[in-house]
């Protein structure tokens, strides 16, 4: 039981780390940055579900991803948003919310059985 609860921190943690450094840096060279955050965010999220028999350490990691996105693009109270209503924000925040709530939700491959 805490393997799993381990396992479920470091997932959203890691979800976190990988939102925040895209959502930092997702308007640099759109549309290439906030494609390869999004391919990182599918990679991730994949990992964790083929890794892991247990869908809730995806969940968490898709968790980590989507509150970790939804607190930055709120705005300040100094009135600054990290992420803007761009065509690079609105694609790195549906994005990311789709391919990681996809990957969470994608039925378990049963495996082949050898003859």
């Not at 690079?88 to 049963?110: D, H, M, Y």
Request: hydrophobic content about 55%.
């Amino acid at each position: 039981m805490a393997n799993r609860i381990i396992r479920v921190v470091e997932a959203f943690l890691g979800g976190l780390l990988i939102a925040f450094v895209v959502t930092v840096v997702h308007g640099e060279g759109f549309p290439w940055v906030v494609a390869l955050g999004l391919v990182v965010v599918g990679a991730y999220c994949m990992a964790l579900r083929l890794l892991d028999d247990n869908r809730i350490v995806t969940v968490a990691g898709m968790m980590g991803i989507v509150v970790t996105v939804f607190v930055l693009a709120q705005r300040s109270p100094g009135g600054s948003v990290l992420i803007a209503a761009t065509d690079a924000g609105n694609t790195w925040v549906l994005g990311s919310a789709l391919i990681s709530g996809l990957v969470a939700v994608w039925p378990r491959i049963p495996e082949r059985q050898k003859s």
